[in-house]
């Protein structure tokens, strides 16, 4: 696919980064020639997410997304790792120590702003440090942020320019972490100028790699966010997501369960609580999300029959999904069990025999409580 140039320079998106063209509407890249006369270029895709919040598919794989962050590894740079707080293995990249090289990572957990004021900071980097280690990435710092809001932000536009020691920027996330809103808000703290780069909640903006310049001749680069197929976002419609995803700070909500009961997630998931004795369960997931409370032995047909309807969200068309269900008993005190891409459900005492269920491909994991 051509692209389009102007006096042999190719053009390309100011909000995306891919190469502009003129030829097709339905394909990557597509402005229409009268756009090409403005000042600021944006293909069609960021123009209708921008003025009208609506996403268009992308023709671009794993592979290609893979291949643009296997560059990264031959560079002498900084790579800035952004982590969803309230998702962290959800939003994990796997393997990024392998493609960054001998680079130094800094990991920002973002979002912080919704998880509860209860956390301690200084425990949840030491958490964020002790996983990513389990996870094989030594970070050289941890720092955590609210692009969003803008909190902290100053603080990490200062750890960037530290570790970078005057080398190009690498910004690397899954998609959904809000890595575009994180670099918008760093131009404005380091230019004063405004959004530059085209934000949604919608997964896969950024197409291509774009460089900001900074003062000294070396850049800031946003990649693409990479799709991890296992994040609960994968499996809703989009109008889904401002339910899945929370906006502001998640109010955790404590059950009393007595054995043989069962909590459903909107049409999402699923926790059956099967021995143990009465116990209390912290679930801390979106506020808009609805969780129905009922018994085991109902729960396979209420959601065979109310999947999409009083349980929802569910899957795409509102249909049921392919739940998979694993089994544990909790062994020790203070676990959370993960629903990566939901939230989680925190069991304070150990000795519950609980199972829960996720969409095929999703993941559902144990760890220890992070709050």
């Known amino acids: ?28 890249g597509y402005a229409p020639a009268s756009a090409l006369e403005k000042e600021v270029v944006v293909c069609k895709r960021c123009f209708r997410l921008k003025h009208y919040n609506e996403v268009q598919d992308v023709e671009l794989t794993d592979d290609d997304f893979l291949k643009i962050l296997n560059t990264i590894g031959d560079t002498e740079s900084l790579i800035v790792k952004i982590v969803d707080i309230f998702d962290f293995n959800g939003s994990w990249l796997p393997g990024l120590h392998r ?31 002790h996983e990513a280690s ?28 530290h570790y970078r020691n005057g080398k190009d920027v690498y910004v690397v996330g899954c998609t959904n972490v809000g890595k575009s809103t994180f670099i918008n808000r760093i131009i404005k703290e380091i230019t004063g100028e405004g959004d530059i780069i085209t934000t949604s909640h919608f997964p896969g903006t950024t197409l291509d790699m774009i460089a900001i310049p900074l003062s000294d001749g070396r850049a800031l680069i946003d990649t693409p966010g990479i ?10 419609e989009k109008e889904d997501l401002k339910v899945l995803l929370p906006k502001k700070e998640i109010k955790p ?13 909107g049409g999402l998931a699923r926790f059956d609580y099967i021995s143990g004795g009465r116990r209390s369960f ?30 929802k969200p569910a899957g795409k068309d509102g249909k049921a999904l392919e739940l998979v269900r694993q089994e544990w008993t909790i062994k020790e005190a203070k676990t959370d069990i993960v629903f990566s891409g939901l939230g989680w ?13 996720v969409p095929k491909g999703a993941a559902v994991t144990l760890r220890k409580s992070l709050i």
């Open 1 to 28: 696919m051509g692209g389009t140039t102007v006096n042999n320079e190719q053009i390309t998106c100011d909000g995306c980064g891919v190469a502009i063209q003129t030829a097709n509407p339905d394909s990557l």
């Open 134 to 161: 389990q996870l094989g990435l030594k970070p050289v710092d941890v720092l955590l942020t609210s692009a969003a809001k803008g909190n902290e932000v100053h603080e990490a536009a200062d750890a960037i320019e």
């Open 253 to 265: 909500k404590v059950f009393q369960l007595n054995e043989g009961q069962t909590l459903f997630f």
């Open 227 to 236: 799709i991890n197929h296992h994040q609960m976002a994968h499996f809703v």
């Open 282 to 311: 912290i679930c801390h997931v979106s506020n808009e999300i609805d969780i129905h409370r009922t018994k085991i032995e109902k729960a396979d047909d209420l959601y065979e029959n109310h999947a999409g309807e009083l349980l």
């Open 99 to 129: 493609f960054a090289g001998k680079n130094p990572v800094l990991l920002i957990g973002n979002k912080s702003d919704l998880l509860p004021k209860s956390v301690k900071r200084e425990k949840l980097i030491h958490w964020m440090r």
């Open 345 to 357: 459900i925190t069991v304070n005492e150990a000795g519950a025999k609980v199972a829960a269920y």
